[in-house]
T-cell receptor, first 114, second 112 residues
């Protein structure tokens, strides 16, 4: 089946630093999504990508859909303490079934030191 | 706008007791609905999905079942809980065939 490798598994950074994380897939995806989960809450959708090469920003967040359709990255600029949480990538396979099944990465735990 | 609700927020149950978790969605019609389990704050495991009333597909064999009695209601159940059923249960919805899924606040289940 499809697998998503998300890295790094965890990051410890200083406030103000930039952050980069990525996901790679063994299969081609036609949709990439990035979520953030705060402790004890459900994941919140940050950015959705639908086209190979697409670069999309949401405030300090920027995500790109890889040209090969098998990878995506998320960058966070000038991190702040409220960026702390778990970040998940998720992909929907090309030609996926109608119910829109997503494959999730294992998450990147981000810790920001003030 | 669409909203998704889950209850209860937390639940502590003894081994062997029944379970019923409820998820409801507002502001949309004919959504796809999903149940996920998350263990130890990492990794989302898809348990069930539904594309319509009474239509349930199971992703993994387990001690749980799901039902969709109404268009915007999704229920996760068990007749007898196991210790291994402990975890954080998340409900999500998407438009029919859509890739973007939107999650509820989750239910923390502890089985003792």
């Amino acid at each position: 089946g499809q697998q998503l490798n998300q890295s790094p598994q965890s990051m410890f950074i200083q406030e103000g630093e930039d952050v980069s994380m990525n996901c790679t897939s063994s299969s081609i995806f036609n949709t990439w999504l990035w979520y953030k989960q705060d402790p004890g809450e459900g994941p919140v959708l940050l950015i959705a990508l639908y086209k190979a090469g697409e670069l999309t920003s949401n405030g300090r967040l920027t995500a790109q859909f890889g040209i090969t359709r098998k990878d995506s990255f998320l960058n966070i600029s000038a991190s702040i303490p409220s960026d702390v949480g778990i970040y998940f990538c998720a992909g929907r396979a090309r030609g996926g079934t109608s119910y829109g099944k997503l494959t999730f990465g294992q998450g990147t735990i981000l810790t920001v030191h003030p | 706008s669409q909203t998704i609700h889950q209850w209860p927020a937390t639940l502590v149950q003894p081994v062997g007791s029944p379970l019923s978790l409820e998820c409801t969605v507002e502001g949309t019609s004919n959504p796809n609905l999903y149940w996920y389990r998350q263990a130890a704050g990492r990794g989302l495991q898809l348990l069930f999905y539904s594309v319509g009333i009474g239509q349930i597909s199971s992703e993994v064999p387990q001690n749980l079942s799901a039902s969709r009695p109404q268009d915007r209601q999704f229920i996760l159940s068990s007749k007898k809980l196991l210790l291994s059923d402990s975890g954080f249960y998340l409900c999500a919805w998407s438009v029919a065939g859509g890739g973007e899924q939107f999650f509820g606040p989750g239910t923390r289940l502890t089985v003792l």
